[in-house]
């Protein structure tokens, strides 16, 4: 075998291929090890970008939930808890809420009052040891329910026999339909749906009557105000063109006589959503513009109704105090968190309660504390009797309660909340309730609340005027002239004009086709001839559900009643905040200032 020997100078260039090879791979190596470095550190950067991610987004969500507590604590007036946390997939976060110490009351131009107060919430989540700090300024906006003179969560039906007047600021969640028998004048500067205005019934397509609502000014309740009204025609009063039902929400197409593509000719009419702006704006030469007729088509927004509270007796509750005694057929307190049980919202709160067992063979009252007041202590402020109530179908049994009597008597609500409850209610003559007389004049601002019917017989807060609510499953408004002997067949008592300065919270039937629900010129419900006679109220009508136990539908005429005349208003006093009744519902917004 020939061996081939290298020469020196191949020698020389393997040596310095060598050597190439090896800084090559020293290189390659290097390399590598640099790769696999930056590889680790970009997986380290990742991780602590990841991680940082998480822990700004759960410290902005516990922000979130801080602002929540916040509104939930303002609509049932307490104050907001001071710190709290929150548990996210898996991570506690914790949160303080501290105020801020601004607090300003604010009127909008259809003169409704918001309370905003300011709070700082400070939220701090730590991650795999990456740590945010989130801080946000929110405003909790708290708007009276009882400054809207008309509150439905559903839609609103206001269709009187006689001539209506109605002021103050009037609002659906749901739709609006506007009629009558003689003519409505809608004193406001603020009629809003959050779906359709129809001008027409629900339960039939009869459109009729004259709907008059005024021009938009900044203040309704301004007597130097200008003060014009124009009409929402009906079909009849649309001068031939063709409608479903008049001037409305469903005249979506406007009237172009001529065909020319506009509406500015004689007889024409714009389309109902461009046409509410232009004809119920502010007067010519009026300063400050404004609309008075807005629906969802507009803009409108829901409002969403505040928990008003239960007006229940007893509520379920998982950590309830309180179980039902199967012998007594009564709720008894077992101990805290011991019981199926808990006191609903009112009968929890109320300054003096009163409840009645179901043979009506007991009455016991209740101070704020929750001890029983010795039954002499009343004074003979309160009694069981009866009222005679055809829509229910009989004689209802029910707590009469005589204000004066109970003032009198050292017993009035230390708080302004008095709440009465029966055990045994059901439906028809079992909607068992309160009667107030004597009401006049108030020993100073009360809330009266029951989870059955309510009556209110006579003038009521008309001397000496202070803020009053009743909250009821119904309410119903008995005249001066209510004397008690109303009886099944007999013939209907003639009423006279009364006084009621209140707001009403209360509950309806429902319309349906062919069936009308009374509408709202029937929510507060009557029982006498008031033919020719008027029924004055100033205060706020509240509409949040429908009737449980006062549920029969209905009914006019007959051994029923006979509609008043009605003169309706927003109570003006709810402008000034102090004036409003003890415990009037909020509705709460929270609005975001700055995060950072």
């Not at 680790?40 to 991780?47: A, E, K, L, Q, Y």
């Not at 700082?120 to 405003?139: P, Q």
Request: charged share 15%.
């Amino acid at each position: 075998m020939k061996i081939i020997r290298p020469t020196s100078q191949d020698a020389g260039r393997q040596g310095i291929a060598l050597i190439y090879a090896v800084f090559g791979a020293y290189v390659a190596a290097s390399i590598a090890a640099l790769l696999f470095t930056s590889a680790g550190v970009t997986r380290v950067r990742s991780t602590v970008n990841r991680n940082q991610v998480r822990a700004d987004y759960l410290a902005q969500s516990a922000l979130g939930v801080g602002k929540t507590d916040i509104q939930n604590a303002v609509a049932t007036w307490a104050s907001p808890p001071t710190s709290g946390s929150v548990t996210i997939n898996g991570i506690s976060v914790p949160y303080t809420i501290t105020p801020t110490g601004s607090s300003v009351t604010v009127t909008d131009a259809s003169g409704m009052q918001t309370t905003r107060v300011g709070y700082e919430i400070v939220a701090r989540a730590e991650v795999e040891g990456i740590v945010s700090s989130a801080h946000r300024i929110v405003n909790s906006e708290l708007t009276p329910l009882y400054q809207f003179a008309v509150f439905y969560e559903g839609d609103l039906e206001i269709q009187p026999g006689p001539s209506m007047i109605m002021g103050g600021a009037i609002h659906s969640n749901g739709d609006m339909y506007l009629g009558g028998g003689s003519s409505m004048t809608l004193d406001t500067n603020y009629l809003r749906s959050v779906g359709s205005i129809y001008r027409r019934r629900k339960d039939n397509i009869s459109s009729n009557g004259t709907v008059k609502i005024r021009q938009w000014v900044k203040n309704t309740f301004d007597p130097s105000e200008p003060n014009s009204f124009i009409k929402m025609n009906s079909k009849a009063q649309m001068g031939g063109v063709a409608t479903t039902s008049g001037y409305d929400s469903a005249f979506s197409d406007g009237y172009d006589s001529n065909g020319d593509g506009d509406f500015d000719d004689g007889g024409e009419w714009m389309p109902f959503v461009p046409g509410a702006l232009d004809i119920w704006d502010e007067p010519d030469g009026y300063a400050t513009p404004g609309n008075t007729v807005l629906t969802g088509a507009h803009g409108v927004n829901n409002v969403a109704i505040p928990d008003i509270g239960s007006i229940q007796m007893y509520e379920p509750s998982n950590s309830g105090d309180y179980a039902l005694d199967s012998g007594t057929g009564e709720y008894e307190y077992v101990g805290p968190g011991a019981g199926t049980h808990a006191k609903g919202y009112f009968h929890s709160n109320a300054g003096l309660s009163i409840i009645i067992s179901e043979d009506q063979s007991t009455i016991r009252a209740f101070d704020g504390n929750g001890v029983e007041l010795p039954s002499m202590d009343l004074n003979g402020a309160v009694s069981m009797t009866t009222v005679y109530d055809a829509r229910q179908g009989g004689n209802v049994p029910i707590l009469s309660v005589d204000m004066e009597e109970l003032g009198e008597a050292d017993a009035w609500p230390s708080n302004g909340l008095l709440y009465v409850a029966h055990y045994g209610m059901g439906t028809g003559t079992n909607a068992r309730g309160v009667q107030l007389t004597e009401g006049e004049e108030l020993e100073s601002a009360l809330t009266v609340v029951t989870e059955g019917s309510l009556y209110i017989h006579g003038d009521y807060n008309t001397d000496d005027k202070v803020g009053a609510a009743v909250i009821a499953d119904a309410v119903n408004l008995l005249s001066n002239k209510w004397d008690g002997d109303k009886e099944p067949g007999g013939k209907l008592p003639k009423a006279e004009a009364t006084t009621f300065n209140t707001a009403i919270v209360t509950g309806n039937t429902l319309t349906t086709q062919g069936s009308y629900n009374g509408g709202m010129e029937n929510l507060p419900r009557f029982h006498e001839k008031w033919t020719g006679k008027s029924c004055t109220i100033n205060g706020s009508f509240v509409c949040p559900w429908a009737s449980q136990y006062a549920d029969s539908p209905w009914v006019n005429g007959g051994n029923y009643y006979r509609a008043p005349q009605r003169s309706w208003f927003y109570e003006q006093d709810f402008n000034t905040l102090a004036n409003l009744p003890p415990f009037t519902p909020m509705v709460v917004r929270g609005t975001d200032v700055v995060s950072w």
